[in-house]
């Protein structure tokens, strides 16, 4: 295991743009997979790096890319020059904020390539040109089948979050864009993911270039600035304990998962009825609700979120200041990705877990990927909260009014039940 020393930004040999953009952002000291990342980086080096939100890795892959692209100069009449492709519409658009910020002292167009939002303005952007481009894989190949983009002047490109894009079925998708690459000798690439698995692997050494593994070790995969802590409850008072913890609570955001979308809903409308500001994010809201959501949220008009993991996969937002597991995650992976939205680029946070005997059976999975225990606190009887929210009204259909005479059967519904009867000739002819 490398050892991960102390290191500042000033340490490297950035270009003066570049560096006033890290100064502008208010970073000083790296990471740790920045103190990792960067050394191979800044070479030219391809790496395949383990790392979750919320580490920095989105700086180290930018900080890289905007020192590529200074120091060679850009062909004429080429197109763009870096390509970075990611999971979720939200997180396409973190990164293009991130891009703007630490790149505001350079004059790189960065533009955001995604569904749910208009396809001929999306297409004329492209068409005018970028340096860099930020997308999804769908709207990405589309525009490329299309002709719209190209990926022959592609001289870096990066794989954000490897570990959803397959778990999010982009795996077709991904060697689609790849093959249709410039040769690995021709470009640099940088694969981030929070675990390195094995299909992970398999994807960098057929599409990199000797890739160097950079990860954290085993101790370090929940962040350090994280305060842990659950709390064991029975399902029938799961809710009163969760009441009891927001009342004592003066954060400005909130995150809350669930592990199902009618979780997600019963949790948002309990809140509700118990007089806090709560909104759900689940699958099923659309693009622009979602988009509009997450900037209240960033904005701090929504105190508390509740969302679940697949909703969660976009949220990038600063300051968090708890994340409540209401739900253990089956998948212990997931509560890697989710205590990762606080105590982000060495801001302090807490996790809560409540450990119901419904998904108590997952603990044991989290606790063993982590490589901890999680402290145990004891609920004091005066925490549960009593719920004062009404129960949802049913809907039931209208019956008519037993006064109500029944409407008589129209002149086609009669001629229906009773045709009228076809005369013989010989009987006309008697008559």
């Given at each position: 295991?490398?050892?991960?020393?102390?290191?500042?930004?000033?340490?490297?040999?950035?270009?003066?743009?570049?560096?006033?953009?890290?100064?502008a952002?208010?970073?000083?000291?790296?990471?740790p997979?920045?103190?990792?990342?960067?050394?191979?980086?800044?070479?030219?080096?391809?790496?395949?790096?383990?790392?979750?939100?919320?580490?920095?890795?989105?700086a180290?892959?930018?900080?890289?890319?905007?020192?590529?692209?200074?120091?060679?100069?850009?062909?004429?009449?080429?197109?763009?020059?870096?390509?970075?492709?990611?999971?979720?519409?939200?997180?396409t658009?973190?990164?293009?904020?991130?891009?703007?910020?630490l790149?505001?002292?350079?004059?790189?167009?960065?533009?955001?390539?995604?569904g749910?939002i208009?396809?001929?303005?999306?297409e004329?952007?492209?068409?005018?040109?970028?340096?860099i481009?930020?997308?999804?894989?769908?709207?990405?190949?589309?525009?490329m089948?299309?002709?719209?983009?190209?990926?022959?002047?592609i001289?870096?490109?990066?794989i954000?979050e490897?570990?959803?894009?397959?778990?999010?079925?982009?795996?077709?998708?991904?060697?689609?864009?790849?093959?249709r690459?410039?040769?690995?000798?021709?470009?640099?690439?940088?694969?981030?993911?929070?675990?390195?698995?094995?299909?992970?692997?398999?994807?960098?050494?057929?599409?990199?270039n000797?890739?160097?593994?950079?990860?954290?070790?085993?101790?370090?995969?929940?962040?350090?600035?994280?305060?842990?802590?659950?709390?064991?409850?029975?399902?029938?008072?799961k809710?009163?304990?969760l009441?009891?913890?927001?009342?004592?609570?003066?954060?400005?955001?909130i995150?809350?998962?669930?592990?199902?979308r009618?979780?997600?809903?019963?949790?948002?409308?309990?809140?509700?009825?118990?007089?806090?500001?709560?909104?759900?994010i689940?699958?099923?809201?659309?693009?622009?609700?979602?988009?509009?959501?997450?900037?209240?949220?960033?904005?701090?008009?929504?105190?508390?979120?509740?969302?679940?993991?697949?909703?969660?996969?976009?949220?990038?937002?600063?300051d968090?200041?708890?994340?409540?597991?209401?739900?253990?995650?089956?998948?212990?992976?997931?509560?890697?990705h989710?205590?990762?939205?606080?105590?982000?680029?060495?801001?302090?946070g807490?996790?809560?877990?409540?450990a119901?005997e419904?998904?108590?059976?997952?603990?044991?999975?989290?606790?063993?990927?982590?490589?901890?225990k999680?402290?145990?606190?004891?609920?004091?009887?005066?925490?549960?909260?009593?719920?004062?929210?009404?129960?949802?009204?049913?809907?039931?259909?209208?019956?008519?009014?037993?006064r109500?005479k029944?409407?008589?059967?129209s002149?086609?519904?009669?001629?229906?039940?009773?045709?009228?009867?076809?005369?013989?000739?010989?009987?006309?002819?008697?008559?």
């Amino acid at each position: 295991m490398k050892e991960i020393r102390d290191m500042l930004f000033d340490e490297f040999d950035l270009p003066r743009e570049v560096f006033e953009g890290i100064k502008a952002a208010g970073f000083t000291e790296c990471t740790p997979i920045q103190a990792l990342g960067l050394p191979v980086t800044l070479k030219g080096g391809d790496i395949a790096a383990q790392a979750q939100t919320g580490t920095g890795k989105t700086a180290t892959f930018l900080i890289t890319v905007f020192d590529r692209l200074i120091r060679r100069t850009k062909p004429r009449h080429a197109g763009a020059r870096a390509l970075i492709i990611a999971p979720t519409r939200e997180l396409t658009v973190q990164i293009c904020e991130d891009a703007k910020l630490l790149g505001r002292y350079t004059n790189f167009k960065v533009l955001p390539v995604f569904g749910g939002i208009d396809y001929v303005k999306q297409e004329q952007a492209l068409r005018s040109g970028a340096d860099i481009v930020v997308a999804t894989p769908g709207r990405l190949i589309d525009y490329m089948k299309k002709g719209v983009f190209s990926t022959k002047s592609i001289s870096m490109l990066v794989i954000d979050e490897a570990d959803r894009l397959f778990d999010m079925g982009f795996v077709k998708d991904l060697r689609y864009i790849l093959r249709r690459m410039p040769p690995y000798t021709k470009r640099q690439s940088m694969l981030f993911s929070a675990t390195l698995s094995y299909r992970v692997m398999e994807l960098a050494y057929e599409y990199m270039n000797n890739p160097q593994e950079v990860f954290l070790s085993r101790e370090n995969i929940t962040l350090e600035e994280i305060d842990q802590c659950l709390y064991h409850v029975g399902n029938e008072r799961k809710l009163n304990l969760l009441l009891g913890l927001l009342k004592q609570e003066s954060s400005n955001r909130i995150l809350i998962f669930a592990n199902t979308r009618t979780g997600v809903e019963m949790l948002t409308r309990k809140l509700k009825g118990n007089g806090y500001a709560a909104v759900g994010i689940t699958g099923t809201v659309t693009q622009k609700k979602r988009l509009q959501i997450m900037q209240q949220f960033k904005a701090g008009n929504i105190k508390i979120l509740v969302a679940t993991d697949v909703a969660s996969r976009g949220i990038h937002v600063e300051d968090i200041d708890i994340v409540i597991n209401y739900d253990i995650p089956q998948d212990p992976e997931d509560y890697v990705h989710r205590i990762g939205r606080t105590g982000r680029a060495g801001k302090t946070g807490r996790a809560i877990m409540l450990a119901c005997e419904t998904y108590v059976y997952y603990l044991d999975t989290v606790e063993k990927l982590i490589g901890e225990k999680i402290k145990a606190n004891w609920a004091r009887e005066d925490l549960y909260e009593e719920d004062l929210a009404k129960p949802p009204r049913l809907r039931r259909k209208s019956l008519p009014s037993r006064r109500t005479k029944p409407s008589p059967p129209s002149k086609a519904r009669h001629m229906t039940a009773k045709p009228r009867r076809n005369r013989s000739p010989q009987r006309r002819k008697d008559r």
